[in-house]
């Protein structure tokens, strides 16, 4: 029987207008601390602290556009209320098209339910995503998006979860609409790209009746996290296996149908105490609903249906050579019978303040190759690897805007080996309020 939850337009507009952002792209490290909200200042201290920072010229937050509210963050931040946004615009250029712009609004809301409510370890987070603008990738015959906030143009609530904390921070439970690609297969080395492909591999994006549970749509489900060892992280997320509507492009959409299944995914990571490498990691996810073979049929002629959608990835990340200096690498596969993409490699390198104080150069690869099912089926014999290299780099204006030129090369571009190389430039603009 159909069950379906739909969040109606004005919760999603209200919340749109009053949310806060935890980083997205916050580390397992963290989570398994506790994901607790740092202790917060009793009124007296916080007006201390906010008096000797407007001695110093400065302010306890992050600097943003719109600043401190004349202390009410502070005050806000002290009762448990947390509220922070960003913008971004991608600007886009080919010899092909007329140049084009994206835009991206994040706004978050965390609310602290020990302060506010003596729930200790407990905290809500809410997340409203708009996305208007262009969708470039989609006249470039691309298969990894040269930009990551290019979708189709909505306002939704995009994430709001549940969160407690237990065991002293060891562990946490979290229960609610959730983005997997927050906390798994998830690179901080990686973040500063343009192309989708750096925040989540082509293999896993590409998965699933409707996609997983990634930007721009995501689903409900429950994610466990444990530290069990120091250094070790095991976490652990059972989602809807269709994110959203299938019926609706837009809005929020929250349904459990029949057929939709789950998807499954684990992951483990260490980050040692000393050495080269910060994090290293694997994962594991998979669906348990079935999905078309892409080659093998029925005597009747119809697709044989087969549950072994599932993949495998590892990731490493950390400082190397000098100080600054940072790579990653990634590396995932999926199942050829079931997807396009049956292997993906990623990697990079990052360098901060080589020209000026805050500033990143990164440069990094990405290879999507398609599976032999795949090519099997497809017309042309040349269908192949796709291959992106992005280089780019963060210039920061000020404490709250910054300014990245980017340029991709597409090799093989959608994995045709008979097509010539596609060079897309751009430029984001970022900023904090």
């Known amino acids: 029987m159909k069950k379906r939850f739909i969040v109606s337009a004005m919760i999603t507009a209200t919340t749109f207008c009053a949310t806060h952002a935890i980083a997205q792209s916050e580390s397992f490290a963290a989570d398994a601390s506790g994901f607790e909200v740092p202790e917060l200042a009793s009124p007296t201290a916080v007006q201390s ?3 000797a920072s407007e001695q110093e010229g400065g302010s306890a937050f992050q600097p943003t556009l719109t600043g401190d509210w004349g202390g009410m963050r502070e005050l806000l931040l002290s009762g448990g209320i947390s509220f922070e946004g960003s913008y971004r615009a991608d600007a886009i250029a080919h010899r092909r098209l007329a140049p084009s712009i994206t835009h991206n609004l994040d706004l978050r809301l965390t609310l602290n339910l020990e302060e506010l409510i003596g729930w200790h370890g407990a905290d809500v987070e809410l997340y409203a995503l708009g996305n208007d603008g262009a969708r470039p990738s989609d006249h470039l015959g691309i298969a990894q998006p040269v930009s990551s906030i290019e979708t189709i143009p909505d306002m939704r609530l995009y994430t709001a979860a549940l969160r407690y904390t237990f065991l002293e921070g060891a562990a946490s439970v979290l229960i609610g609409l959730y983005d997997l690609n927050s906390e798994f297969c998830a690179i ?22 409707a996609g997983p549970s990634i930007f721009p749509v995501t689903s409900a489900g429950v994610r466990m996290m444990a530290s069990p060892w120091t250094g070790w992280t095991v976490a652990c997320a059972v989602l809807d296996g269709v994110p959203g509507s299938p019926e609706a492009e837009t809005g929020t959409h929250v349904e459990f149908n029949s057929g939709d299944g789950a998807l499954i995914a684990a992951e483990v990571n260490y980050t040692p105490g000393g050495g080269n490498a910060t994090n290293v990691g694997i994962g594991f996810w998979t669906y348990t609903s079935p999905f078309a073979d892409l080659v093998e049929c029925t005597v009747e002629g119809t697709a044989v249906c087969r549950r072994d959608n599932a993949g495998v990835y590892a990731l490493a990340e950390g400082p190397v050579l000098l100080p600054g200096v940072s790579a990653f690498i990634r590396l995932g596969t999926a199942n050829a019978r079931l997807n396009r993409f049956d292997l993906s490699v990623a990697g990079g390198l990052n360098v901060a303040s080589m020209i000026m104080d805050g500033d990143l150069t990164a440069v990094g690869f990405s290879t999507a190759r398609s599976g032999w099912a795949y090519r099997f089926v497809e017309t042309p014999a040349t269908i192949g690897s796709e291959t992106v290299v992005e280089l780019t780099y963060q210039a920061p204006v000020t404490p709250w805007l910054t300014v990245q030129p980017d340029l991709q090369l597409f090799d093989s571009p959608d994995g045709d080996a008979s097509r010539a190389m596609e060079v897309v430039g751009g430029v984001r603009v970022s900023l904090l309020f």
């Open 49 to 51: 602290a906010q008096d």
């Open 188 to 209: 901080e080395a990686a973040s500063p790209f343009l192309n989708s492909s750096f925040g989540i591999g082509p293999e896993i994006a590409q998965t699933g009746q």
